[in-house]
């Protein structure tokens, strides 16, 4: 055994992978270490790591995993920035890459224990205690780990695809809301089988906003992205220009699907991230003169200068909104200022209009029931009643009474992936059908028990499409 040895230490994290031993982080004797080391169990030799890259800051009681030939490291103490995001390293690259968590406000990944299960890291528990606060403890959460490799621009040419399925484009039941990010709203499409899709030369890759930055880079590596990205209508979708090589070679992985598969790693990712192949021979698309924000902003100006109210009232007016099916939700903090009241309906028919909405809501504190039900007024239209798209998969709802859970989703779309033919699920806390409807629809699940206790969900549970 060689004298190259990590020091004396504890609350470090280790991991196994083939015939080696990883260990990063700790407590020393009177510091917090930051360096990686490995044990070779059949030289029983230890060695300093030397990788390529920023190295992740000296930590704690955090999270190591494995998963395929990387390395990640992501919470523990101190609590701070690093501890927000994800360290990967490639093994076989030998370098660092840093991606922020989306969750890492919302958890206290400290003590934390994880798993990796298929392309999931399943997280459970953790926390720690705050003599002023009592003690916090983490929820458990799944994160879905593929686009984080994807975004590293390493990806195994073993890669298998699943769920590769192309999905006709979903057409809202009202008028598509205009996106609110700087990208271009652009006309709905005709839709065209993929056996088609070759010999058109106007050929798009829809992906759901949450994965478009890895569908970008990854179409960026195949040399496929002809043009500048555009926003769909429902705003919910990023619609990419690519090449008819790229469509004919997602056709021959279609084609190859139960037989082999290709060896461009694109590909499977993309399948797997819901990629859906659209068709549009209108030419290039022309972007908007004004962006939804600023076309806002400068109506209720001109109605706030007829009226003679204060122009700092603009302060207020939201820069970013969601969307629930044709329903824009306005976040809790804007129009707060009582002197919005006195112009009624005008104000927000004027907003609903320079956003393109058919309905608009504001959104309110949650009510602290049981039940945690929604408080969300419905400003301009009939009612909450809405249908609302969220990886192919549509949930109807009342708005009004029901919240719809914005997390989970890299779960949701694991548990879709799922094979559960002939299989009887039992969802102990089914909602509005979170993980009912993917389970189902998707996972092909023989009968699926969903038990829930708010009458509103399960209202929304029975009038499910």
């Known amino acids: 055994m060689n004298t190259d040895w990590p020091a004396a230490r504890h609350s470090h994290a280790m991991v196994a992978t083939e015939s080696q031993l990883f260990i990063f982080g700790g407590c020393g004797t009177d510091k917090v270490l930051g360096e990686l080391f490995s044990f070779d169990v059949r030289t029983h030799r230890w060695q300093k790591e030397q990788i390529n890259g920023k190295v992740p800051r000296a930590r704690f009681s955090h999270l190591m995993f494995v998963y395929k030939h990387f390395i990640g490291i992501m919470g523990g103490c101190p609590v701070n920035k690093a501890c927000k995001e994800i360290a990967l390293t490639d093994l076989k690259l030998r370098a660092w890459k840093h991606m922020p968590l989306n969750s890492a406000g919302k958890d206290l990944l400290v003590r934390s224990t994880a798993n990796v299960v298929d392309d999931s890291l399943v997280i459970v528990g953790g926390g720690a205690a ?5 003690t916090k403890f983490s929820e458990p959460l ?8 994807s975004a590293t621009g390493v990806i195994s040419r073993n890669e298998k695809a699943q769920n590769c399925d192309v999905e006709k484009p979903y057409v809202s039941r009202s008028s598509d ?16 089988s993929i056996e088609s899709e070759t010999g ?22 195949m040399d496929d992205l002809t043009r500048k990205a555009y926003s769909r209508e429902d705003g919910k979708h990023i619609r990419f220009p690519v090449t008819n090589k790229f469509c004919s070679l997602l056709h021959a992985e279609k084609s190859l699907e139960k037989t082999a598969r290709l060896s461009s790693d694109p590909l499977p990712t993309l399948c797997k991230l819901g990629a859906t192949i659209i068709m549009n ?3 290039e698309f022309r972007k908007p003169s004004h962006p939804p924000v600023k076309i806002m902003r400068e109506a209720v100006a001109s109605l706030l200068k007829r009226q003679d109210m204060p122009e700092d009232l603009l302060e207020e007016l939201p820069a970013r909104w969601e969307r629930l099916g044709d329903i824009v939700v306005l976040p809790e903090s804007s129009f707060k200022n009582k002197m919005w009241d006195s112009l009624g309906n005008e104000l927000w028919s004027t907003v609903a209009k320079s956003l393109g909405a058919c309905q608009l809501a504001q959104q309110g504190r949650v009510a602290s029931t049981g039940t945690r039900d929604s408080t969300l007024e419905i400003l301009v239209g009939e009612n909450g009643w809405v249908e609302h798209r969220e990886n192919g998969i549509v949930y109807s709802f009342d708005a009004t009474k029901c919240m719809f859970s914005w997390v989970n989703l890299s779960e949701k779309l694991r548990m879709a992936g799922m094979n559960c033919r002939d299989e009887v699920v039992v969802d102990l806390f089914a909602g509005i059908g979170y993980f009912v409807l993917p389970f189902l629809v998707r996972a092909n699940a023989k009968l699926v028990y969903a038990c829930e206790w708010n009458p509103n969900a399960i209202e929304a549970l029975r009038l499910q499409p």
């Open 177 to 192: 809301v205009p996106s609110n990010d700087s990208a271009e709203a652009v006309p709905q499409s005709h839709e065209s």
């Open 200 to 221: 058109i030369s106007h050929s798009f890759v829809l992906l759901e906003r949450d994965f478009a930055k890895v569908g970008k880079d990854l179409l960026k590596n």
């Open 130 to 134: 705050c003599y002023a606060f009592g």
């Open 142 to 149: 799944t994160i879905n780990l593929l686009p984080f490799i």
């Open 281 to 283: 021979d209108a030419g």
